[in-house]
């Protein structure tokens, strides 16, 4: 059974910069799409980024393109999310997921495994 576990997340002040890792126990991940996800209060879940398992493929929401880079590294069996030029409407819990048929998507049912979730905080 695969395993996510996120860290890296935190209270910021807007502009400032967090990188997420996202490590994987139990099975490797270099066979799936992994992705970013987050939920802030009062509102849907939404997808922030995904990266196909070649690691040459990736998909960012609108909101984050140019700001936020996901990449993996499967020797370590962990994927990243780098998040520059904060804002406060970036604060939300940050969840990392996998899909294990590697379709390459944002949509959160394309996902069957999830971690607990990190905060992240941006406020002045």
């Known amino acids: 059974q695969l395993q996510l576990v996120e860290s890296g997340g935190g209270l910021v002040q807007p502009g400032e910069s967090l990188r997420l890792s996202c490590a994987g126990s139990?099975?490797?991940?270099?066979?799936?799409?992994m992705a970013w996800f987050r939920q802030a209060p009062g509102k849907e879940r939404e997808g922030v980024s995904s990266?196909?398992?070649?690691?040459?493929?990736?998909n960012y929401a609108d909101s984050v393109k140019g700001r936020f880079t996901i990449s993996r590294d499967n020797a370590k069996n962990t994927v990243y999310l780098q998040m520059n030029s904060l804002k406060p409407e970036d604060t939300a819990v940050y969840y990392c997921?996998?899909?294990?048929?590697?379709?390459?998507?944002?949509?959160?049912?394309?996902?069957?495994?999830w971690g607990q979730g990190t905060q992240v905080t941006v406020s002045s």
């Open positions: 997921a996998a899909d294990s048929l590697d379709l390459g998507t944002l949509h959160s049912y394309d996902f069957n495994y």
């Open positions: 139990g099975k490797t991940l270099e066979y799936y799409t």
């Open positions: 990266i196909r398992s070649s690691g040459n493929s990736a």
